[in-house]
């Protein structure tokens, strides 16, 4: 056997825009797991390939390096074909998962959802469940296959042994300024998404003022990357560029986030919410065979938030990642004065009134996202704390109409809202003279696989 290429040489190739061969990836991603790589060689080759980019195969060699980088899931046979999973790449007030897990396992698939946690503006599904008390998020591999044999769904973080590549690089591209770098965005997702062995993925890839991408084109083309690299892996991938220029239902912060959720699995809450979630689980059913087309799958979905048993599953999961009982029961049972008084509540809850009359345009998700941040809803770096109560909701939607001083937004906090933290959510709300006119769909578009599934590995 030939000896590896030293670091230093593979550097250099990539700075110079060369392609890497896949033997070459994989000894850079063998001396990030093991150790052997200095982080200031990690750093230049994260650059590098910032600069120069990858190619597919590169990007294709390089996620599947980080993948068997540590332990792979495994499933029984009895599951081929139902092992499914979402990703988002991360937005304001959605919850999206909360719901979807639990309907999707309603319909007969197997979820192993692992998920993350917010930093910067956008929230995380673990710090969300985390407003819940009792609620374990760290299960190792054979908790989820158990959790997965009895519920059908569990929501947790990454194990220390799955793609220890990625979390090596997650943790340098922040300080080395390239995380938006295409192909390493590519490889950090799908890597965790090969590593459960799933047979479909679907992918909210968001686009605008509050999303990573701040344009439908930019997110078209990390979503046909996502969708190329993910069919390669023998994974069915689809991908749905959304829109994030509004928060996604009326509830933005952990806590809120959880009760909307429930309103969702009970069949109600924001029709935005709802759509998402029966949109994004009916191409999943399609993707895996149990409906013959996208959407037979999402009237299915709606079924199962309609008859109550996507929260039956939402409940079974809570008993089974540590949540007493009785919580889960009143949580998913109670009324919402009992809900809020289970997962607590801000000290301080005030009412911003409209600074005058109009017509709502939109409601700015950024700022809103960014105030509610600095109030202590988000976290600025991993390892932060976050306040699990700060929140704010939406009084208003798009098309109503509103008299000055009425109320618009309930924000709830635990110390005191700053006059530039009032300006700046006071600019969230637009309003205009007469209704808004032709609104744009929340999903744009759906991207699937240009190519053949190859058989998965």
């Not at 980019?53 to 081929?80: F, Y």
């Not at 998020?137 to 959790?147: A, D, G, N, R, Y």
């Not at 009895?150 to 220890?164: A, F, K, M, N």
């Not at 029961?329 to 509540?345: F, M, N, S, V, W």
């Amino acid at each position: 056997m030939d000896a590896p290429t030293p670091l230093p040489t593979l550097i250099r190739k990539k700075r110079d825009g060369e392609r890497l061969e896949d033997a070459e990836i994989r000894s850079f991603v063998s001396g990030v797991t093991e150790g052997t790589a200095q982080q200031g060689q990690i750093g230049a080759m994260l650059m590098a390939i910032r600069l120069r980019g990858m190619d597919a195969g590169e990007t294709l060699a390089l996620t599947q390096a980080m993948a068997t980088s540590g332990r792979t899931l495994a499933w029984p046979p009895a599951w081929q074909g139902l092992v499914v999973d979402k990703h988002s790449t991360g937005g304001v007030g959605d919850k999206v998962s909360l719901a979807l897990a639990p309907a999707l396992a309603a319909c007969g698939c197997k979820v192993p959802m692992i998920s993350g946690r917010g930093l910067g503006h956008t929230g995380g599904t673990l710090d969300k469940l985390e407003a819940i008390p009792g609620f374990r998020v760290s299960q190792s591999p054979e908790e989820m296959l158990h959790i997965l044999e009895r519920v059908g769904c569990c929501i947790v973080g990454q194990s220390t042994e799955l793609v220890p590549a990625d979390r090596v690089l997650y943790g340098l591209r922040d300080v080395t300024a390239t995380v938006d770098s295409l192909p390493l965005i590519t490889a950090s997702i799908l890597s965790k998404k090969a590593a459960e062995r799933l047979s479909a993925l679907v992918l909210d890839v968001k686009f605008g003022g509050a999303a990573l991408y701040p344009t439908q084109e930019s997110a078209r083309e990390l979503a046909r990357s996502l969708v190329e690299v993910g069919t390669h892996l023998g994974i069915r991938t689809a991908a749905l560029l959304t829109r994030m220029e509004q928060p996604l239902g009326r509830a933005v912060g952990n806590a809120l986030e959880v009760l909307e959720a429930l309103e969702c699995l009970q069949g109600s809450g924001p029709p935005d919410l709802r759509h998402l979630v029966t949109v994004l689980g009916g191409v999943l059913l399609w993707q895996c065979g149990l409906e013959q087309e996208a959407e037979k799958g999402r009237e299915r979905l709606a079924r199962a938030l309609d008859d109550g048993s996507a929260l039956g599953k939402f409940e079974a999961m809570l008993g089974a990642q540590g949540v007493p009982p009785d919580t889960a029961r009143d949580l998913c049972a109670g009324t919402p004065a009992q809900r809020r008084q289970l997962l607590g509540e801000a000290k301080v809850c005030e009412e911003l009134p409209a600074p005058q009359e109009g017509w709502v345009q939109q409601v700015r998700a950024l700022p809103l996202a960014r105030v509610l941040h600095h109030l202590g809803a988000g976290r600025s770096r991993a390892g932060d704390p976050v306040n699990l109560r700060v929140g704010a909701e939406l009084l208003v939607g798009t098309g109503q109409h509103l008299r000055a001083g009425q109320p618009w937004l309930r924000v709830h906090h635990e110390g005191t809202l700053s006059a530039e933290g009032r300006r700046e959510l006071q600019d969230a709300l637009c309003l205009g003279p007469e209704p808004p006119r032709d609104l744009p769909p929340l999903v744009a578009e759906t991207i699937l696989p240009s190519g053949p599934l190859r058989d998965s590995q």
